[in-house]
């Protein structure tokens, strides 16, 4: 039997031949990558709960072996707000963090931060770290 939630599908399984219990899981140290100089990889234009946002990714700055044996990329990322304007226009506030972010970097549209150099910064939420810039 299954259920559609979030448009993702769930469905009962029995895992009881697969359990081991608690294993160690690799953590993850930002410390290595926080000052390091990194080119913009990609500008997602996105809409979430509550709006339109763009999120900006870099390129990897590794790549680390998750304990299924599958590759996951680091990355430091952010994201910025857009307006959804009244006459069908998306824009943001000129003061506003992407606003000062463009103005950083020396362009006047997020589709021309792609391969712009930016310092990685340390996130903090929820007594973990994350890349962003």
């Known amino acids: ?9 769930e469905m009962k ?6 359990i081991v219990g608690a294993v160690e899981v ?5 410390k290595p990558y926080i000052s390091k100089t990194v ?4 500008v997602d234009e996105l809409k979430g709960v509550f709006g339109y946002f763009i999120q900006v990714v870099s390129e990897p700055v590794e790549t ?4 299924d044996g599958s590759k996951l990329p680091i990355t430091a990322k952010a994201s910025f707000g857009l307006l959804d304007l009244t006459d069908n226009k998306i824009g943001w506030a000129e003061d506003g963090k992407l606003s000062q972010f463009l103005k950083r970097l020396g362009v006047e549209h997020y589709k021309d931060l792609v391969d712009k150099e930016v310092v990685i910064l340390p996130e903090y939420k929820d007594d973990k770290t994350f890349l962003t810039f």
Do not use: G, Q
């Open 26 to 30: 690799p953590k993850f140290d930002a």
């Open 39 to 42: 080119k913009i990889a990609s």
């Open 64 to 67: 680390i072996t998750k304990t």
């Open 1 to 9: 039997m299954s259920e559609k939630n979030n448009k993702l599908e």
């Open 13 to 18: 399984v029995n895992l009881s031949d697969r």
